[in-house]
Structures are given as C-alpha cells and as structure tokens.
C-alpha cells in the first residue's frame, strides 16, 4: 500500500490517499507519529491501527461533541459523520456505540419533537417534519397514536381559529380569493382540508 498523495483539508487535518484512492484524515502530529509521507509504502500493522481504532474512537467523539449541543436522529448522524469524512465501518460502530448508551433514540427524538410544537402543528405537519429528519413511518405512527390516546395532540381546531386570528382573516369582508389563500396557507401548516372547512363553516 503506497501512500499516493497528501491534501491539506485545514491547518491542522489531512486527507490521505493510498493507492490513489481516499483513506482517511489525520491530524498534522499524527503523520509525524505514523510516519506517513507521500510515495512512501504504509506498513500493515500501522493501516489496520488507524482504521480500526483511530478513526473509530475518532467518529464517535466527534458525534459525541455534537450530541452536546443538540439531539440528532440517526439519520441526521449518519450524514453529518459522513461529512466530516468517516468510513463506513466507523460511524456504523458510533451509532451502535451512541445507540447503547441511549444517546440517539429515534422514538424519544420523536416523543420530545411532537411535545415540544404539539400545541401549534397538526398531526399531519408533525408527521412530514420527522419523516423528513429520517425518521421511521412507523415510529413516528406510534408516538402519534400514544400522544393521540393520552390526550397530548393539539387541538388543530383552536389551532387553526388562533392563526386564522393572528392573519387579521375577517370573513365578513373577505371575498373569494383571500378566502382561498387562507384556506392554501392553512392546508401548507400540515391541517386536513375537511378540518379547515368544518371550522370555517362553524366560525366563519
């Protein structure tokens, strides 16, 4: 295995190419330790260290880092550990490690993103926001339907008497056209068109 070339990717990190194909990235003090200098061969012993323990325990302090300022689903993870330039093999095994720690846990993700604007998105809003994070239909299905039962989902009839309120929509003076952009604004924020209409009709 040669090593075919050394690109700067910051003052501090390298990305290193072996074979002409992309490796990994080392800090600057790590090609000193290893020994790795462009054109020259990589020992065996030296290559599986780095990708079996360096990078690992890399990837997984690096998720962790991001883990401290905010929560992340799996999916969110994944991609932002392949952005920093991780191997497959590596953030596998940081989300396996993150996983049995309970740091990522795609249903208490969705359990605390559903509590947190329950009371100012529909179901349907809620559902659309976390499937687009990468969570699962089915997840997302059942944290739904426990919220559902217990009472905790938000009342998107209120829901949508309060933002049709703060729009100033009087309907006494609104002709046909503003009545449609109201009901277009209401059906984009996630509410089901027989639930928009059913409060119109009954308060408008």
């Known amino acids: 295995m040669i090593i075919t070339d050394i690109t700067e990717l910051s003052k501090s990190k390298y990305k290193i190419f072996i074979d002409n194909e992309f490796a990994f990235v080392l800090y600057k003090g790590e090609l000193r330790q290893y020994g790795i200098k462009k054109d020259e061969e990589i020992k ?3 290559y599986d260290e780095i990708v079996s323990k360096v990078i690992p325990k890399r990837a997984k302090l690096r998720a962790m ?3 401290e300022k905010r929560p992340y689903t799996e999916r969110d993870m994944r991609n932002k550990l392949k952005e920093g330039l991780y191997d497959q093999d590596s953030i596998d095994e940081a989300i396996d490690y993150l996983k049995s720690f309970g740091y990522i846990d795609d249903h208490a993700y969705a359990t605390q993103y559903i509590d947190t604007y329950t009371q100012n998105r529909s179901a ?3 559902e659309q926001d976390l499937m687009k994070k990468g969570i699962n239909k089915d997840v997302i299905s059942e944290v739904l339907a426990i ?4 009472g905790e989902l938000g009342d998107e009839e209120s829901m949508i008497r309060s933002l049709l309120e703060k729009r100033g929509f009087d309907p006494e003076n609104s002709d046909s ?6 009901v277009r ?3 984009q924020k996630g509410f089901a068109p027989e639930t928009i209409a059913r ?4 308060d408008f």
């Open 185 to 187: 604004f209401l059906y």
């Open 199 to 202: 409060v119109m009709r009954q």
């Open 147 to 150: 919220k559902r039962d217990e």
């Open 177 to 182: 056209k503003t009545i449609a952009k109201n």
């Open 44 to 46: 065996k012993d030296i």
């Open 124 to 126: 349907r809003r809620l």
């Open 65 to 67: 880092h991001l883990l």
